[in-house]
């Protein structure tokens, strides 16, 4: 690596570290340069000279691997702002956190438009948000976002590089099914999802998910929906069990990461020797 490699390396670790510290800019000038390439991180003082230089110019935010690229869709977090999909997510992420269509939206503390990669392979999708969620404004970050994260890795991806969602936006009570009245006044917003993204492959986690995407799969039931390809908006479906049900079925991790191989076959992408699901 030379010199110029290394010091843009360096400046993008940096930038990484000042966002990690809550700052919204980042001043890069000669003297911050200067420290980096001689590999030390800069000073407060430096710092503080840079934001007052004329020589000085304001980085956007932004951090090292694939962050630049992802959405996270209605949670405040740093996107490309050339990234046409990126506007159109956040446009359409505004409409559904003022949607009052059905009643959910009166217990709602927030409601959860979906995040990750705005030009993602994978789109998955569940069934509606639960506690931690309306809490965080975040699809999947509970006990079975967490196994629904180690899925994802054992494919060769990471969050960041999928996006996440579920056909309803705001809680049930009680963490009940979503009704059908309730699907329907949902899915126009999964619709628009659906046509920014343009994913390759979309994986419905669960029966309720499938049910929403597939009205006309609600007759069968997941045993025997999972593994079989479906269609939505032509976009090819692959159904299999919701990580909440692994939590308490451990034994269903194996099929689900039959589907999962599935999925990257499909995608022609090389299937991992080991699965989190096993």
């Known amino acids: 690596m030379d010199t110029l490699q290394e010091i843009l390396k360096d400046t993008a670790e ?10 919204t800019t980042a001043e890069v000038s000669p003297s911050v340069l200067l420290e980096l390439a001689a590999g030390s991180q800069p000073t407060k ?19 090292t691997g694939t962050t630049q690229k992802t959405a996270s869709v209605g949670t405040g977090e740093k996107v490309a702002p050339d990234d046409d999909r990126t506007k159109k997510l956040q446009v359409l992420a505004e409409d559904i956190k003022s949607c009052t269509n059905c009643p959910l939206h009166k217990g709602r503390i927030q ?22 969620e309306d809490e965080q404004g975040l699809a999947f970050v509970g006990r079975a976002g967490k196994l ?31 009704m059908r009245e309730e699907m329907d006044a949902c899915l126009p917003f999964l619709r628009q999802q659906v046509a920014i993204l343009q994913p390759k492959v979309i994986v419905a986690l669960g029966a309720t998910a499938v049910e929403g995407l597939v009205p006309e799969s609600s007759k069968q039931r997941i045993s025997a929906l ?3 390809w479906l269609s939505f908006e032509e976009i090819p479906v692959m159904p299999t069990y919701h990580p909440a049900y692994l939590l308490r079925s451990p034994a269903m991790k ?7 191989q599935a999925v990257l076959q499909h995608l022609g992408r090389p299937i991992p020797k080991r699965g989190a699901s096993q």
């Not at 990484?16 to 700052?23: M, P």
Request: glycine fraction near 8%; aromatic fraction near 6%.
């Open 14 to 23: 940096y930038i990484a570290w000042k966002l990690e510290e809550g700052e």
């Open 45 to 63: 003082q430096t710092v503080a000279a840079a934001s007052s230089a004329k020589k000085s110019s304001t980085v956007a935010p932004a951090s």
């Open 111 to 132: 409601a959860v438009p979906g995040q990750g990669n705005p030009n993602p392979e994978i789109l998955f999708i569940g069934e509606a948000p639960g506690a931690d």
């Open 148 to 178: 629904l994260t180690k899925m994802i890795e054992a494919m060769g991806f990471t969050r960041d590089e999928v996006f996440i969602a579920n056909v309803n936006k705001c809680r049930p009570p009680n963490n009940r099914k979503p």
């Open 226 to 228: 999972r593994g079989h």
């Open 254 to 260: 194996k099929p689900v990461w039959e589907d999962l």
